[in-house]
């Protein structure tokens, strides 16, 4: 068993160590209470719970927490897909509800995988979804400020059960004084991806993200028989040909975790029940 995740991106010029202190104990508690869950559970049921934790830690870009957008609105996307079914469901853009990555886990089981906008609020009400503001203090003053990177980042999960599946999910409140509409790479195969061989979670700057098909094309590359580590190399390589900002986490089926970024450093950790590594 083998889980890694993700919280984003920290930056050493515009955050402090005591902020770089407290993803990493955060990181640190989440990823050891999700691996004790996937004791029990599968990649899929893991993922989820992971999501959530993070999710709901004012101090990521996701769910609690998450950046407004030029209208002054918070707007939440997230996705999830796992390998046993190779099922990819999600959400984009839907507003006032805690833990969207619940919202794609009810769409596993409708006719339409993923939904956006109005049709995903109404349909997160049909489902009985509480009305809830993720809007924090310091989101707000960000806002004010007109701050777009202060939060760069969003939040994800790989990991790979005891029966050999794979499973991922990935959220985002965006990336920030984002135009209404803009559609994130969170919810899309470029930022979200797995099969019976490999899974991706990405984070960074979305439009560079679904550009590179950063998620796609590494799961790809490591079917076509790349080990992780080339597959994420050459993805990491094209992504300079278009100077993009991005990092990504990933599993094989060998149990094998990879994370690489273009620019310093992306917050996340991994643990395979013995070693535990968390970004520094
Ligand atoms: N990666 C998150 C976003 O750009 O929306």
Redesign the pocket.
Known sequence: MKIIIHGGFFSESSQSDEVKKQKQDSLKNIIKKSYEFLMSHDSMETVIYAVKLLEDDPLFNAGIGSQIQRDGKIRLSASLMDSEKNKFSGVINVEDIKNPILLAQYLRDEEDNVLSGEGAISYAKNKGFDYYSSETEERRNDYINNLKSSGVG?VGCVALDKNGNLAVATS?G??GFELPGRV???ATIA?NYVNKNCGVSC????ED?VSGAVAAKIVTRVTDGFSIKDAFSKTFDELKEIDGFAGAIGIDRLGQMYCQESHPKVVYASFDGEELIVFE
């Not at 984070?203 to 979305?206: D, S």
């Open positions: 969003t985002t965006g990336k994130s790479d969170s930022g984070t960074g700057v979305g993200i």
